[in-house]
């Protein structure tokens, strides 16, 4: 049996969502990697996303995203995390030019599992930022 899909979810994550076969029944490839594009509770994250999130796909109210900004030096990025990912702050002075840098000394940092936070102690006037998260590598 399939333990993964193309889009590197694991089968178990979407059992363990509520998401796929019935009890018993027993689905072919294609039926599990069709879900990786689907957005079953319609809140734009697509479930391969949700997955990486470590979010609820069958929730429309949790989805990841940057929850907060504080101005003040070092600007802090706000966000609430998840205890079994790693997240990485990026930053870029133009939303024309995409090019994005990591933000030094902030990251991958392992999520708290709660309202959690990356700060930027080198910021220009005027910088914008996105948070990359992360699946943890398997251990060996």
């Known amino acids: 049996e399939l333990t993964q899909t193309t889009g590197g979810v694991p089968t178990a994550w979407y059992r363990s969502q509520g998401v796929g076969p019935a009890d018993g029944e027993t689905w072919t490839a294609e ?3 069709a879900l990786d594009g689907q957005d ?4 734009g994250d697509i479930n391969t996303r949700e997955y990486v999130a470590d979010t609820d796909p069958l929730d429309s109210n949790e989805w990841f995203r940057i929850t907060g900004l504080t101005l003040q030096s ?3 990025v706000l966000f609430t995390s998840s205890s079994n990912r790693l997240y990485t702050l990026h930053a870029t002075p133009s ?5 994005w840098t990591n933000v030094s000394g902030q990251g991958p940092h392992a999520g708290i ?6 700060s930027d102690t080198n910021q220009p006037w005027q910088q914008h930022y996105r948070i990359q998260v992360a699946v943890p ?3 060996p």
Do not use: E, I
């Open 113 to 118: 599992g709660g309202a959690d936070s990356m």
């Open 40 to 43: 079953p509770d319609k809140d």
């Open 95 to 99: 939303m024309t030019d995409h090019v």
């Open 31 to 33: 039926q599990w990697n």
């Open 74 to 76: 070092p600007r802090s």
């Open 137 to 139: 590598p398997a251990a």
